[in-house]
């Protein structure tokens, strides 16, 4: 079953109103600890016989050699998992960070999950989704010397279900539940360590579109865990049966040819999409002694990339913009958004326009952020027009009017995760005076882009550097 374009078909699932947004669907999280050694069977069945898994490698902590080991032991009734369950076990991952990590417990529908992971919208999806919920239920983990806790700052051992609690409801069921005024969604509760380390930030950023644009099993569990490796380090090199037996979930009754051969069809993938990259087999792979073979990873270079990122921030911080917030603004990949307000930016300078008359710096990053929508009487002629190289004397006029505040409280800002930012933001709503409540709620609910500001004073009030 291979993933495919969303579909809006009949389907199991009573779904009129259920929609996926997209900033789930392309910002996606993936879990440090279990992404480190695999959790499934790489393959789509269970080998005959295979009763349970072992993965373990040796790293260098504080000076000392730890030998880390994970071992799972699946329920008689439904096994071991496979690779599709571990797309399952991602995809649950997301609806987690959809909820901001709130709650262990999370409801959910199965269509969701279907849009999230990309799978087809039909009724083998939904069949295949319950027994992977009730296989992780079944599963246990044994980690020995191989989980984080971050808290502690050390590797520790545990032993938990991933999952403590699956409720799925048909459409029957949903159907009951809703006549007497309930919920009816499905839900499922992760275990207590494996939340807490969700909770602890022990998490990376993942790009789904990316991740579905990959087929097979081999070259998405390959991308999440070289993802994991190269935020440390742009250069990896790798035993290649470590690797594919102990960190992909390779069968370890494979030669080494075809370890290699297996390895290389997903690498190729990885470099057509520009993850890591190319190299010709026998640069790829290195011979290092009998039976023994290394292969080595780089991390795609950016260069291209980070020279019209370099001229985007150069220009906003000729504005005026703090260096930090310019490069964040561009890293979100707003550059049409960027050049139309810039050029906003600078005719409403020239004009001293009240709008910047307090903080244009300020007003130019909340017009990037919130995408304001270009002023009626700004001329038609001024929206082609290059904003490069303003002179220097407008520079010095834009950075005199911003505010230490904004800086500081914009660099602390940044330095939040999505979970600490969600926070933060309702910590200060409560805290607000009654009049930035009603106005802020006011403001939202007419869908005016004033709301932004509101808020803004809200979260800049609530500061304390």
């Known amino acids: 079953m291979k993933p495919s374009t969303r579909q809006r078909i009949v389907s199991p699932e009573n779904r009129k109103e259920e929609r996926v947004p997209d900033l789930y669907v392309v910002q996606g999280r993936d879990s440090m600890n279990l992404v480190e050694f695999p959790l499934a069977v790489m393959a789509d069945r269970v080998p005959e016989g295979l009763k ?16 880390r080991r994970l071992t799972i032991s699946p329920s008689e009734r439904y096994g071991l998992p496979t690779s599709m369950d571990d797309e399952v076990l991602l995809g649950l991952i997301q609806l987690s960070r959809r909820d901001k990590f709130r709650d262990r417990t999370v409801s959910f529908t199965r269509y969701e999950l279907i849009q999230i992971l ?10 295949r989704i319950g027994e992977s919920l009730e296989r992780w239920a079944g599963v246990t983990l044994y980690y020995e010397n191989a989980w984080w806790d971050k808290d502690e700052q050390s590797w520790v051992n545990e032993t938990f279900h991933i999952l403590d609690n699956v409720t799925l409801y048909g459409r029957e069921r949903r159907d009951r539940q809703r006549q007497r005024g309930m919920d009816g969604r499905s839900s499922f509760s992760w275990n207590r360590v494996v939340f807490r380390s969700f909770r602890s930030g022990y998490l990376r950023k993942l790009d789904l579109n990316l991740y579905r644009r990959l087929e097979g099993a081999v070259a998405k569990r390959l991308f ?22 102990d960190k992909l979930g390779m069968s370890r009754s494979q030669s080494m040819g075809d370890l290699k ?13 520009g993850i890591i990259r190319p190299y010709a087999f026998d640069e790829r792979f290195q011979k290092m002694g009998p039976g023994r073979w290394q292969v080595r990873f780089d991390a795609a270079s950016k260069r291209a990339g980070r020279t019209a990122e370099s001229g985007y921030v150069a220009e906003l911080t000729q504005r005026g913009v703090h260096e930090p917030i310019a490069q964040q603004l561009v890293r979100q990949g707003k550059e049409a958004v960027i050049e139309r307000q810039l050029a906003v930016h600078d005719w409403l300078v020239e004009r001293k326009d009240r709008r910047v008359s307090r903080s244009p710096a300020g007003f130019l990053v909340e017009s990037i952020r919130s995408d304001y929508p270009t002023p009626p009487d700004f001329p038609k002629s001024q929206a082609g027009k290059q904003t490069r190289s303003k002179p220097k004397a407008t520079r010095r006029a834009v950075e005199t009017e911003i505010a230490p505040g904004e800086i500081a409280f ?50 800049m009030r609530h500061f304390q550097p």
């Open 52 to 67: 349970s898994l072992t993965f373990e490698d040796e790293i260098k902590d504080r000076g000392s050699v730890v030998v």
């Open 118 to 127: 990309g799978w087809r919208d039909e009724g083998k999806s939904y069949e």
């Open 224 to 245: 999440r865990f070289l993802d994991k490796h190269f935020y440390l380090r742009r250069h990896l090199e790798y035993d290649v049966r470590l690797l594919c037996c």
């Open 261 to 273: 051969r297996t390895l290389a069809s997903g690498i190729r993938q990885l470099e057509a999409n």
């Open 410 to 459: 914009d660099a602390h800002w940044f330095k939040l995760d999505d979970l600490e930012r969600a926070a933060y933001e309702q910590e200060a709503i409560e805290s607000a005076t009654p009049f930035l409540q009603q106005k802020l709620a006011d403001l939202r609910e007419a869908g005016s882009p004033l709301a932004d500001g509101v808020r803004r004073t809200i979260l």
